[in-house]
């Protein structure tokens, strides 16, 4: 997956402003992302630090501008606009250019890339009080980490501005830097998320993750890191290869009547819980965030089946007007940093926590918009992830049908499984003494 789609910029119909901080490769990231964008008109690019002379080369056309009159667009091409170059560095574009710049991309529909940061080309840094100039339009600030910092020593070989990283991480100078101590500096308000602007999306990119042990390094900090940014991405400027962390949200869809079972399935016990309970703890397990509970028939006693968990719970008014209605409730009911949401049913506590986390994973390489499991190579399971993107649809969904209705309009993806314990569902009472006699381990 590249940048392009990692940023979920292939996605969006806004011409956001995208400012790139930190360190460790920003200036690649920036003109990485540049050549990826739609070439029919010209990509702007500037920066509000300075830059390296030689790091202009990276644009197909470099402009000096001290006032309107100075720019003149061509009609493609990636364009870099500084102010003066003094000592073999350009000056940062003064500030009326820039917001002149960031009006003109929005009448003419494309992207602002700005450099908002400078590190010295070294894979860490802290920010020091004037730093990072981001301008306060920024609608997306990109926060670059070089992962090939892990393991020097806290110096200012390695590191810009060592002695403040270190108060801000709590590690000593001199002692080897830790994936804690980067964490510490990037959720720290006087580190990674300084100056960002309210309404602006927080993405950390770990780059230089060249190697298996880094991914998995990379994969780890994420999830801690997830707290403060709205997504994470972990992988390569070098190998444009990126993985895309997110908040995926379990939807637990516990409305119906049960009629032809004839008493609530939901409530029914396997292993000393409640299906219900069974299939929320799961869900929370396998770390989705937030876990949302959709509740309608006997909402009451369903809910106090749950009452000490920490889960979301939403109580359809209008479950007997079908699934579908459920369906919007929960993702209704989700902040707007969620990823990915992925259902799972009432009736299905036997679901392992291993298929959910599998599918979470597999949905961090490519973004997938629906991703399902499929048991002995021809059989559609549950349960099934929708991407964000999958979204509008969902919420135009009516009458008592279920996320299939958007699959034609949407690429369904599988996940290869092993276990058809992923196709049993209790319809009848005699599933039900089937379930109860499955294998402890299932």
Do not use: C
């Not at 197909?60 to 003149?72: F, G, P, S, V």
């Not at 929370?284 to 509740?295: F, K, R, W």
């Amino acid at each position: 997956m590249d940048l392009l789609r990692a940023l979920r910029l292939d996605q969006t119909k806004i011409t956001p402003s995208i400012s790139f901080v930190g360190s460790g490769g920003k200036t690649a990231a920036l003109f990485q992302l540049a050549r990826q964008l739609p070439k029919h008109k010209p990509i702007l690019v500037t920066a509000t630090s300075h830059l390296g002379i030689w790091q202009a080369s990276l644009a197909d056309q470099h402009i000096i501008a001290n006032t309107i009159e100075d720019i003149k667009l061509p009609e493609q091409g990636i364009i870099l606009l500084t102010g003066e170059i003094e000592n073999d560095r350009t000056k940062p574009i003064d500030p009326l250019l820039r917001d002149w710049l960031r009006a003109k991309s929005q009448e003419m529909g494309i992207p602002l890339l700005i450099e908002a940061d400078g590190s010295r080309q070294k894979p860490l840094k802290a920010p020091a009080t004037h730093e990072p100039p981001i301008p306060d339009f920024s609608d997306i600030v990109v926060h670059v980490t070089g992962l090939s910092g892990l393991g020097k020593s806290l110096l200012e070989e390695h590191v810009h501005r060592a002695e403040i990283f270190s108060q801000l991480s709590g590690l000593a100078l001199g002692n080897p830097v830790t994936p804690q101590a980067i964490t510490n500096v990037l959720t720290h308000l006087q580190g990674g998320l300084k100056n960002i602007p309210p309404h602006a999306r927080r993405i950390a990119l770990l780059n230089q993750a060249d190697t298996p042990e880094l991914e998995s390094l990379g994969g780890s900090m994420a999830q801690n890191l997830l707290g403060h940014f709205d997504s994470v991405l972990v992988g390569s400027l070098q190998r444009e290869i990126f993985h895309t962390f997110e908040h995926t949200a379990g939807i637990v869809l516990a409305a119906g009547k049960s009629s032809r079972y004839g008493q609530p399935k939901q409530l029914l016990e396997w292993k000393g819980k409640s299906f219900v309970r069974h299939v929320a703890e799961t869900a929370l397990q396998a770390g989705l965030e937030p876990v949302v509970i959709v509740t309608g028939f006997h909402h009451a006693e369903i809910e106090s089946h749950l009452a000490d968990l920490p889960v979301t719970i939403v109580h359809n008014l209008e479950y007997e007007l079908g699934q579908s209605t459920s369906i919007k409730a929960g993702i209704a009911a989700l902040p707007p940093n969620i990823g990915a949401a992925l259902f799972l049913l009432a009736d299905q506590p036997q679901i392992p926590v291993e298929v959910i986390r599998a599918l979470t994973e597999a949905h961090t390489h490519e973004l997938q918009a629906i991703l399902a499991p499929l048991v002995l190579e021809e059989r559609r399971a549950n349960p099934v992830l929708f991407d964000r993107a999958a979204f509008p649809d969902i919420m135009q969904l009516t009458g008592d049908i279920g996320g299939r209705a958007i699959f034609d309009k949407h690429k369904v993806s599988y996940l290869p499984w092993h276990d058809d314990i992923l196709i049993f569902d209790v319809d009848k009472p005699e599933d039900y003494e089937r379930l109860k006699h499955l294998e402890s381990g299932k």
